[in-house]
């Protein structure tokens, strides 16, 4: 039978959370949302009884990856548009 662990995590501002899950990569999946940080610290013990403590790089996850991506480049797109409207206004004095 799998062990439930428990995990702390926290951000450079001292926020702390505790989350008991069976793996890192769940409990970081229910925690990324109260954190705006890149980085989040976390501590736990494993399954054969070491106490790890590590940094993990949020958001975790296919979904959260491929919107934060599509996001990066309508923004990146959108001040290209903007920037090519503003030197054909200058160009030609519309």
């Known amino acids: 039978m799998k062990k439930m662990r428990i995990f ?4 450079e501002s001292g926020d702390e959370k505790e989350k008991e899950a069976m793996s890192l990569k769940k409990a970081v999946m229910a925690v990324q949302g109260d954190y705006k940080d890149k980085i989040i610290g976390v501590e736990y013990t494993s399954k054969k009884g070491k106490k790890i ?3 993990v790089k949020i958001p975790m996850g296919r979904k959260i990856r491929q919107s934060i991506e599509i996001e ?10 903007e920037q090519r409207q503003a030197e054909a206004k200058e160009r030609y004095g519309s």
């Open 8 to 11: 702390k995590f926290w951000n």
């Open 53 to 55: 403590v590590d940094s």
């Open 72 to 81: 990066k480049r309508r923004a990146r797109l959108k001040a290209e548009r």
